[in-house]
């Protein structure tokens, strides 16, 4: 029996992960694969995995901490899915605030496993104006603690392949000086410009990882305890809410004013939104709204709009952000409130839950490959 495919695509929180996922599992199911998706989260309750699981992919979700800590549950999950659809190609996505994945899985995953699966070199995205931000390339906005950035930049000294997302918002000349910042500073890598939602490069960067092994470089060195620090200034918030109303209403542009009204209260508190994202599903029909915000002086942009209006669906919000959970939390459910209130919506919290991650500790840790 062949080999499946083991596709890991990491990436700091807002930058597109699952978009691109879903682009290349498009790609890979027109080819006429069976492919599966197996998302990642310290909690339930993701909009990841309701995206995802809108376009009728069979996908898994891991929660309770990262691939790393939870590498059984992993491989678990890939069973599962091989049990039901049997894919020839899975398509992971791991925490965003993670790093160390190369030494404590994709490593393990060849050497216990290395019968089933074939390990595709690790490619990690990158949002470009944070990243111009994180390279000092641009002045001015917001950035993250250094132990923050130490995570963020930690992710990019471990891939195999740099891929710089969302390059339609960018002109080609921050395009080029991006590029050749990431070349000179992570020269391991190779570095792709993409615009998952338009298709740019998209080929590219499939071939790249469907052709290609993992590589088996000795492992980069992490100090855990800065790891640890960085993720805990992160504070998480997952709220998932049911929604009435006695008439339909633009369920759209509900998600939109709510946005706007986190985003206003998210500034006042001088909190860096690392990703806020939402999607509204009604309760009739398949359709589903998503909206995102990367960047507390960001635009929020629509994933996906609803075709028509909604009376009874299910909202998810899950906000990530460097600032204390608590106030987040109080942020999430304020704005919620008081854009029901305007839009005469009733609204009925099924799950809220407000933390910090806990400390990193992976299951395994291969120092090569």
């Keep these: 029996m062949a080999k499946a495919r083991y596709i890991m695509v990491g990436g700091f929180l807002g930058a597109g992960k699952t978009t691109a996922l879903l682009r290349l599992a498009e790609r890979f199911r027109d080819q006429g694969l069976r492919v599966g998706l197996i998302t990642n989260d310290q909690s339930v309750g993701l909009v990841d995995t309701a995206v995802l699981a809108n376009h009728d992919f069979p996908v898994q979700e891991i929660t309770g901490g990262c691939f790393c800590c939870r590498f059984d549950s992993l491989t678990d999950a890939a069973e599962r899915l091989s049990a039901a659809d049997r894919p020839d190609v899975f398509l992971a996505e791991p925490v965003g605030s993670c ?3 190369v030494a404590t899985v994709a490593y393990p995953l060849r050497r216990m496993y290395g019968d089933q699966y074939s390990i595709a070199p690790f490619s990690v995205l990158v949002d470009p104006v944070r990243a111009e931000r994180i390279l000092g390339l641009t002045t001015g ?6 132990k923050v ?22 002109d080609e000349e921050r395009v080029r000086k991006l590029t050749a910042a990431l070349h000179a500073e992570f020269p391991q890598a190779k570095i792709i410009p993409l615009s998952a939602r338009h298709g740019t490069n998209l080929d590219e960067w499939a071939g790249v990882i469907d052709a290609g092994e993992q590589s088996g470089r000795p492992a980069m060195a992490v100090d855990y305890d800065t790891y640890a620090d960085g993720e805990a200034l992160l504070g998480w918030v997952n709220l998932t809410a049911k929604l009435t109303a006695e008439a339909p209403f633009d369920g759209n542009k509900f998600l939109a004013d709510l946005m706007a009204a986190a985003q206003a209260e998210l500034k006042a508190n001088g909190a860096e939104v690392a990703h806020l994202k939402a999607t509204l599903t009604p309760d009739e029909g398949s359709d589903l709204a998503v909206m995102n915000l990367t960047r507390t002086d960001g635009r929020a942009e629509a994933g996906h709009e609803l075709r ?38 009733n609204g009925r919290f099924e799950h809220v839950e407000a933390f910090r991650p806990g400390r990193p500790v992976p299951t395994h840790r291969d120092v090569s490959g």
């Design 141 to 146: 906005g917001k950035s993250f603690s250094p």
């Design 99 to 101: 790093t160390d994945l």
């Design 308 to 345: 028509d209006e909604v009376q009874a669906g299910e909202l998810i919000v899950n906000l990530r952000a460097e600032a204390d959970p608590e106030v987040l939390k109080t942020v999430a459910v304020e704005a919620l409130d008081g854009v029901m209130r305007e839009w005469r919506v």
């Design 149 to 170: 950035v130490y995570i963020y930049r930690k992710q990019l000294e471990e891939a195999d392949v740099i891929v710089v997302n969302k390059v339609d918002t960018l």
